[in-house]
């Protein structure tokens, strides 16, 4: 079995990473936290600063994994904009960490990105189509996309979209938003126009290179996801008002 090396295994993403690959690969995972939230039987956990290059470099190489797998991401959008320093060391630095000292040791790297490099104007968006992110979020994480590209390790750049689900200790997602203030009876009002996700076992088995757009086969915006949600769980549709993005 490949051993993978998941970072930001606290995150939404990096739990369900490893949930999903411990039967299938040797999984280590890590954090910049001191425990893993969410232990797994038979998984190892290490304390990780991907914004320390030093620590990166001395990780990595001693574990010497077949791929690394990068969900350590800053992404509160809104934040993102109000603390761009600490922004561009996660998504950027961070990801130029890793990559070089994975070119050194012959590392795939596997980095997960956004829609949010496009302007949102135009899609559903092919894996070609040009990159102009409008906020700094999403120039951050092309950014990184560049920075794996440029540095020229073996590398997957993921592109996904409005992940969502339950975690231990996972901040909000649109989801549990949704899901929670029905739950609590209040009005919520969810756009029209923006439109949204796993396939990374299949990267690992394949070792396949490049840049790809991982989404579900649904094709539904943002109001279409809540009111399914509500549905499922048997919660009132009619506390969902329909708006657009220009009405926010």
């Avoid at 990780?48 to 574990?63: E, F, S």
Wanted: charged fraction near 20%; proline fraction near 2%.
């Amino acid at each position: 079995m490949s051993k993978v090396f998941i970072t930001g295994a606290n995150g939404l993403l990096g739990q369900a990473l490893v949930e999903t690959l411990k039967d299938v690969s040797v999984v280590v995972a890590s954090g910049v936290e001191a425990e893993h939230f969410c232990p797994v039987d038979g998984v190892e956990y290490l304390q990780l600063d991907i914004t320390r290059a030093a620590n990166c470099n001395d990780v990595v190489k001693n574990l010497r994994p077949d791929f690394i797998i990068n969900s350590a991401s800053f992404t509160h959008v809104d934040a993102c904009e109000e603390q761009r320093e600490l922004c561009w060391n996660i998504n950027v630095k961070g990801v130029e960490n890793l990559a070089r000292v994975a070119r050194k040791i012959g590392t795939h790297l596997i980095h997960y990105s956004t829609d949010y490099v496009f302007n949102g104007t135009d899609g559903p968006y092919s894996e070609g189509d040009y990159c102009e992110p409008v906020g700094y979020y999403g120039r951050s994480k092309l950014a990184s996309e560049n920075v794996i590209r440029q540095i020229g390790c073996a590398g997957t750049i993921v592109r996904t979209c409005v992940l969502y689900g339950t975690g231990k200790r996972v901040k909000q997602n649109f989801f549990l938003w949704v899901l929670n203030n029905l739950q609590a009876g209040n009005k919520i009002t969810v756009v029209t126009d923006q439109f949204n996700a796993v396939g990374t076992q299949k990267i690992l088995e394949t070792s396949w290179k490049g840049t790809i757009h991982l989404a579900g086969a649904d094709y539904l915006n943002r109001y279409d996801f809540a009111r399914a949600i509500a549905s499922v769980f048997a919660l009132p549709e009619d506390l969902i008002v329909p708006i657009t993005s220009d009405r926010r």
